[in-house]
T-cell receptor, first 114, second 114 residues
Framework: SQTIHQWPATLVQPVGSPLSLECTVE??????LYWYRQAAGRGLQLLFY??????ISSEVPQNLSASRPQDRQFILSSKKLLLSDSGFYLC?????????????FGEGSWLTVV | AQSVAQPEDQVNVAEGNPLTVKCTYS??????LFWYVQYPNRGLQFLLK??????LVKGSYGFEAEFNKSQTSFHLKKPSALVSDSALYFC????????????FGSGTRLSIRP
């Protein structure tokens, strides 16, 4: 069966420091991969999605970037964190290009920028 | 434009009573509709989805949802609520055959009192 791993689970970083959140999916190949941010325990904002290695689409301009160095690995990065980058970050995956395919989420990473 | 609305920020129900969490959508074609549940400090868990066919969809943990095309709704229901159902619920809609075009509602917090 497929599983998704996301780490670290919690992170406290000073303003201006770099960020790296990692996500890997097991048990499937060529997944679609996503990074979402959830602020204030409510709405989900799609940050990046990827349909293949090296293929990254950004949904909103921001202080963050994403990379997909391997088929099942998705990394969210920042060179210099801002206070506004604080939030709950969720990695997710799906398979196939059909609109009916389910998106499955990881357990999330809490980022606090101080 | 494609959108989804959850008109209630919070729903309060007594344990053992039926529950309904409302969702309406606006799309220009045939929608693919999803419900997710999120427990505190956790990722989103997939509950059920409507793709085509029977308008009543059954999902995990005894939940079901009814697709109503004329009312453009996809309400989540359960005949008898449990305290453990207390969580944040998200409705989502997807239209295009695309990896990314899934829109989440703002979420409804369900509180079940003993």
């Amino acid at each position: 069966s497929q599983t998704i791993h996301q780490w670290p689970a919690t992170l406290v970083q000073p303003v201006g420091s770099p960020l790296s959140l990692e996500c890997t999916v097991e048990g499937t190949s060529n997944p679609n991969l996503y990074w979402y941010r959830q602020a204030a325990g409510r709405g989900l904002q799609l940050l990046f999605y990827s349909v293949g290695i090296g293929q990254i689409s950004s949904e909103v301009p921001q202080n963050l970037s994403a990379s997909r160095p391997q088929d099942r690995q998705f990394i969210l990065s920042s060179k210099k964190l801002l206070l506004s980058d604080s939030g709950f970050y969720l990695c997710a995956w799906s398979v196939g290009r059909g609109a009916g395919n389910t998106i499955y989420f990881g357990e999330g990473s809490w980022l606090t920028v101080v | 434009a494609q959108s989804v609305a959850q008109p209630e920020d919070q729903v309060n129900v007594a344990e053992g009573n039926p529950l309904t969490v409302k969702c309406t959508y606006s799309v220009s074609g045939n929608p693919y509709l999803f419900w997710y549940v999120q427990y505190p400090n956790r990722g989103l868990q997939f509950l059920l989805k409507y793709i085509t066919g029977d308008n009543l969809v059954k999902g995990s943990y005894g939940f079901e949802a009814e697709f109503n095309k004329s009312q453009t709704s996809f309400h989540l229901k359960k005949p008898s609520a449990l305290v453990s159902d207390s969580a944040l619920y998200f409705c989502a809609v997807r239209l295009y055959s695309s990896a990314s075009k899934i829109i989440f509602g703002s979420g409804t917090r369900l509180s079940i009192r003993p």
